[in-house]
């Protein structure tokens, strides 16, 4: 990692860390207008990440996505989308508090990670294969919300049950819209993965010679995709609340294997370019 790029990287880091902290304490009520100035803050850290991606991506020659680094960082950016765009479209406030230091975490974590560039050969610099590794990151990131709001849907629950709400989850919303925002996040979600495994068959048509391998992160991929559609088909039916919650985690479970396990446990699989 280059001197502006380490000092762009540790800047932002600094902007994710003080927005988590101060929507932490927004949500525990430690104070006013904290909302805003955590709001502020994390727009400030998303756009140093967007400055050094697109920096990333004029000095390299190509668009940030193809090493294990790269697809942390637009994990993060795609990650921030969402939930602006949740709180702007829907007034969805109360996801910032649990989201963002889940947001801080992924950064951290490319702290580990080796900052070099790919070096991609010729067949890999395809539209499809870029479209591909697109939108499965995003589909990631809008689970990873999902996840998010399925974790705050539980703690309500949890405490319904018992009729006694603490004051913090006081604050949360209903379990209706709670239950809302997840079906539609995992829709979206669903989305994206179905698109990124119809462009990645195609690509692997066109470099392998067929549209499935049975390669590890295929397997993987075909696995999230059958949970998803689960959640989906069972949602759907007419299930809701802890059940379909549950199930939403069990599809988060799968998509952290195949993001993460996958990656350093199949070393020899056909996706580690």
Known sequence: MINGELALYTLL???????????????????????????????LGFSALTILMVARAI??????????????????WAMTFVILLLERSYGFRTVFPFAVPALFAVL???????????SLPPEYK?????????????????????????????SVDNQLKKKKLSSLVSRLPSLDILDYY???????????????????AIWAQNVWGAFWRWEPKEI?????WIVYATYLHTRLSGWQGRRVAMLNACGFATVLFNYFAVRFLFAGGLHQF
């Open 13 to 43: 880091l600094c902007f994710f860390f003080a927005a988590a902290v101060l929507f932490i304490m927004d949500l525990l009520g430690s104070g006013k207008e904290l909302f805003m100035m955590a709001r502020r803050l994390l727009f």
């Open 59 to 76: 000095s390299y020659g190509y668009f940030p996505i193809f090493t294990f680094y790269e697809t942390l960082l637009f994990l993060a």
């Open 108 to 118: 951290f974590l490319a702290v580990f990670i080796t900052a070099e560039r790919a």
């Open 126 to 154: 395809s539209i499809w294969l870029f479209f591909h590794i697109v939108t499965v990151i995003a589909a990631y990131s809008t689970f990873t919300v999902a996840f998010v709001t399925s974790l705050m849907y539980l």
């Open 182 to 200: 997840n079906y539609k996040l995992v829709s979206i979600g669903f989305f994206l993965l179905t698109i990124s495994v119809f462009l990645g």
């Open 220 to 224: 993987w991929s075909l696995v999230t």
